[in-house]
């Protein structure tokens, strides 16, 4: 009878471990940089960044760094590498500062060849101001509108995009066509406005050899030989990675649903194990995407109810009216979750996590509470002065094997916990919960055998 919350908690725990593991696998990414070739020269150093996803607080504020990195260190190039589709909850006025005060020149690549990269929205006005645009031959620069998802206050006006497209060598009549749709390399040629087509991060600083650039600083020429730079790739560190993966909008609304689901789940059992913990987590990352994303608060509201319906579904044992319920709030709330077109969620994600939540609460949970109540006909009370084994740790609270069935149960030792395959022994129930202690078996025996009548063979 114990198979089912076995698997339960199995699953869980697996969802909680694949979430730690993408952590640690981004715990390998350095904050700051990694140097390809060590050069004795820092105005040798070429800085490059990828950016990817959304240009949010975390990418805005790793680009920022760079920047003043390269210009502490004396480098000699910025470059980013951009395919992103737009900025949410970012100051994009801020990053363009930024990179207006640089003393360092900056180039900006739309790439690499092969991946259909984009830059919109705010990506597509960093690549406006930079001091080299570039872009792979199957690259989009544009639409620039909308600049975030958020409706920022803060970003820059349509007066402030003609004033870049106008730095940038094109007219007018350019930002307007930028404004509602993507341009290929080819039309931004003929714009005026592409300095280089590059296939890669390769073949875009073997262009830029030799080329004069004005930054901050004034005139620059760059040398940009393969023998005598150093490259230094950079990258989001730990939490500014995870923080930038809670921009990712199935991310976020998966993260949610897993999350609350750990927690429901302990709320069945006995004290507060690794699924509930993960789960805190896992919701406290979902919390962060939640007010970086423009979402629907009414849908997220339906989305917890739709799962908290589904828990009372599961402490009723039924299947009617209020598993309907849960499943309509659950799907329209999913169906809505994103104010913003270009963050809806697509329509199998959302068939596919409302069956599984389905078939967790109704099914897998029902069956589980079902072995917890123990075989018909026997009440927790039969149990005081029966033995059985610990099934899951008492620290101090768990499970206990007793007569074939799983019952929950509290350790009352004297150590601070009873370890998986304890015996224990019944003393006392407390609700639905049976008081446990030692057990020794052989020792339980010795009195019987001392106390028998003398007269009786032994």
Excluded: C
Excluded at 46 to 73: C, H
Excluded at 107 to 131: F, S
Excluded at 153 to 164: G, R
Excluded at 196 to 224: C, F, M, N
């Amino acid at each position: 009878m114990s198979a089912p919350l076995a698997a339960a908690r199995r699953l869980l725990v697996l969802a909680a471990l694949a979430l730690v593991l993408v952590g640690l696998a981004a715990s390998f990414a350095s904050p700051h940089a990694v140097a390809v070739d060590d050069g004795p020269d820092p105005s040798t150093r070429v800085e490059i960044l990828p950016v990817s996803g959304f240009l949010d607080p975390p990418v805005a504020a790793q680009i920022r760094d760079v920047i003043a990195m390269a210009q502490d260190d004396g480098s000699q190039l910025v470059v980013l590498q951009i395919n992103a589709r737009g900025g949410v909850s970012v100051d994009v006025a801020e990053v363009l500062a930024e990179m207006s005060a640089s003393t360092v020149p900056i180039a900006v690549l739309v790439g690499p060849l092969g991946e259909a990269a984009d830059a919109r929205g705010a990506a597509a006005l960093l690549w406006l101001a930079a001091d080299v645009r570039a872009a792979s031959r199957d690259a989009l620069v544009g639409p620039i509108e909308p600049i975030t998802f958020d409706d920022r206050a803060d970003t820059p006006a349509a007066a402030d995009v003609e004033a870049l497209v106008a730095a940038a060598g094109g007219v007018a009549a350019l930002a307007e066509r930028l404004a509602g749709e993507g341009l290929d390399p080819g039309e931004l040629a003929a714009a005026g406005v592409l300095d280089l087509e590059a296939a890669g991060l390769e073949p875009l600083l073997l262009e830029l050899d030799g080329v004069t650039l004005d930054a901050g600083a004034g005139e620059q020429t760059l040398r940009i030989r393969g023998d005598e730079i150093e490259v230094r790739f950079h990258s989001l560190g730990l939490v500014r990675r995870l923080l930038h993966a809670a921009t990712t909008a199935p991310f976020i609304y998966l993260l949610l649903t897993i999350g609350l689901g750990m927690l429901l789940f302990e709320v069945f059992q006995p004290g507060f194990g690794v699924a509930g913990l993960a789960g805190l987590v896992t919701i406290g990352i979902a919390a962060f995407g939640l007010s970086v994303l423009p979402v629907a608060w009414w849908a997220v509201a339906l989305v917890v109810a739709g799962l908290l319906l589904y828990a009372v579904d599961t402490a009723v044992a039924g299947f009617g009216p209020i598993t309907l319920a849960a499943t309509v709030a659950f799907v329209v709330g999913s169906l809505n979750f994103y104010t913003a077109e270009a963050l809806s969620l697509p329509v199998w994600l959302v068939v596919v996590t409302a069956l599984v939540a389905l078939v967790f609460f109704v099914f897998v949970m029902t069956s589980v509470l079902r072995a917890q109540a123990g075989p018909e006909g026997v009440t927790v009370d039969d149990l005081v002065g029966r033995p059985g084994i610990v099934r899951s740790v008492l620290n101090p609270e768990g499970h206990v094997y007793i007569d074939g069935a799983l019952w929950r149960a509290r350790w009352t030792g004297d150590t601070r916990r009873a370890k998986v395959g304890t015996p224990v022994r019944v003393h006392a129930v407390e609700g639905a919960v049976v008081l446990v202690e030692p057990f020794d078996a052989a020792a339980d025996a010795t009195p019987a055998v001392h106390g028998a009548d003398p007269g009786e063979p032994g």
